[in-house]
């Protein structure tokens, strides 16, 4: 099979990270989340990891420089050499010429673009009840897909907790972040070419459906 590079893009709580997951297992493709990298340094105690921390607990955009530099350096090993999906990056204009240059560089350039569409008021929903695997990193909501035992992963047992960026006032600015500094990315795309729209409010199976049919 032919190389597939493909970016994920939509809102907070489109199901992008879900998505990724499933996509990725099932074209052989590498999934690089950019929030859960950032999140992996948290964890490490990096200097990158302790400056992005603030901004991630707001609701803000981690600065463009911090997160190309550490994107760039993900792309360039060794196991993705057949693809991979981006997960969360880029989410700003900056970040999406810096890819494109860094691509040119390598001969290389990204497939498809992959919108998610999901409207606010879902998306409130979504992220108010979500918990996730700290293992694996599965998430579940409290509502609409509990797990079968409270604080427990269906898959692995792993414990289950709350994003600190979850809170209501965290998940209204990321919205609101989207809205203005990673739209733009839509226009950007579709000038290009590479950009198709996917409804993202059906079933994960008919997103993951609607999503293999655009990419492949
Ligand atoms: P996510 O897991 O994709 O929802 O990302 C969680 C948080 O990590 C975001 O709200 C930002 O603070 C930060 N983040 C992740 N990806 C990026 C990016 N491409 N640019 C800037 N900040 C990012």
Request: hydrophobic fraction near 30%; glycine fraction near 10%; charged fraction near 25%.
């Amino acid at each position: 099979m032919d190389t597939l590079r493909i970016i994920l893009l939509g809102p907070p709580g489109a199901g992008k990270g879900t998505q990724a997951k499933s996509m990725s297992e099932s074209l052989g493709l590498v999934h690089i989340s950019s929030g859960d990298l950032l999140r992996d340094h948290q964890n490490r105690g990096t200097e990158l990891g302790m400056t992005a921390r603030d901004y991630m607990k707001k609701g803000l955009l981690v600065p463009d420089n911090l997160i190309i530099g550490m994107i760039e350096e993900r792309i360039k090993m060794e196991d993705v050499e057949s693809g991979y999906i981006l997960d969360g990056f880029p989410r700003t204009v900056q970040q999406a010429q810096s890819l494109e240059k860094a691509l040119e560089n390598q001969g290389e350039s990204i497939d498809k673009v992959a919108n998610i569409v999901v409207s606010d008021q879902e998306l409130i929903h979504r992220l108010g009840g979500r918990w996730i695997c700290r293992q694996c990193q599965q998430p579940f909501h409290e509502i609409n897909s509990p797990p079968q035992i409270e604080g427990k992963c269906d898959t692995c047992n792993g414990e289950l907790y709350q994003r600190e960026d979850d809170t209501s006032d965290a998940v209204v600015q990321r919205i609101k972040v989207f809205g203005e500094q990673t739209n733009p990315l839509i226009e950007y795309y579709s000038t290009r070419g590479t950009l198709v729209s996917i409804d993202g409010e059906g079933s994960i199976e008919q997103v993951r459906q609607s999503l293999i049919g655009a990419v492949s």
